[in-house]
């Protein structure tokens, strides 16, 4: 199973994006080994319409013109359920056990993902109650990803 994130935002270059980008790897070092094909990132300009529909359509099609043929979809919604980390590990582990060719996570902008997408998920996750920016929720993201891989592989990173 390939991991796709698509975010709208861009992360400029500094330590936001270091650090991100330090997560991505370890889950590539890491995901291979179970049987995950990889992890993908892709960036999207946030939509600079000025009315706030019609800046969710436009980002909603950006992120449908990505989404690959068969996907299983999960929202990053802050409406969304709080799971823990063991919890996030065992459906990435069911999705992949059960053949899923895709597991495609999505990061709304400002205005959230639009109404369709968070139908079409199969899981709207949140970080919390607290409101965070897109930035430190692809951040928030690729950690737990890693994470949920070492969790999946018995790795001690996880120490709960």
Sequence with gaps: MRLVVICIGRLKQGPERELAERYRERFDDIGRKLGFRGLDVHEIVESRARDVSARIAEEAAAISALLPDKFTLVALDER???????????????????????AVFTIGGADGLSPELQRKAALRIAFGSATWPHQMVRIMLLEQIYRAATILAGHPYHRA
Excluded: H, M, T, V
């Excluded at 980390?85 to 065992?90: H, I, N, Y």
């Design 80 to 102: 969304g359920k709080s799971i823990d980390s063991a919890s996030f590990a065992r459906q990435l582990g069911r999705w992949r056990d059960e053949g899923s060719a895709n």
